[in-house]
C-alpha cells in the first residue's frame, strides 16, 4: 500500500494509491499474534485514531477459541490499539484485524 503525504503532487501515486484502496489495500490493517503468557498486545500504527474501531478476524483454531470466550477487549487510542485478552501459554493466537471509521 502506498503512504501518501498531505503534499504529495504526482498524479500517478494518487491514481494508485485509490486503485489499491478500491481492491481492498489498506494500511489500516493486518494481522497480529496475542502474547503468549501476557494479558495484553498492542498493534502500533500511525494510522491509527482514536475515534476508529478495530475489528478482528480470528485465524487459526486458538484464536477463535479465545475470541469466542469473551475475554477480549481491544481500547482504541491515538496510534495504538491495546488487546486485552486471557493469560495464557498459547502462542498461535492469530487474528485479521482491520481498523475502521474516526
Given at each position: ?79 495504538r ?20 471509521g474516526?
Open positions: 500500500m502506498l503512504v501518501l503525504g498531505p503534499e504529495e503532487s504526482n498524479l500517478r501515486r494518487l491514481v494508485q494509491a485509490v486503485i489499491q484502496l478500491s481492491q481492498g489495500r489498506s494500511n489500516a490493517n493486518g494481522r497480529i499474534t496475542l502474547r503468549a503468557n501476557e494479558d495484553t498486545t498492542e498493534i502500533v500504527r500511525s494510522t491509527i485514531n482514536g475515534a476508529g474501531g478495530v475489528h478482528f478476524t480470528p485465524r487459526t483454531a486458538s484464536a477463535s477459541a479465545e475470541y469466542s470466550n469473551g475475554i477480549f477487549r481491544a481500547d482504541v487510542e491515538p496510534g490499539v491495546t488487546i486485552t485478552h486471557a493469560n495464557n501459554a498459547l502462542a498461535d493466537r492469530e487474528f485479521y484485524f482491520i481498523v475502521l474516526g
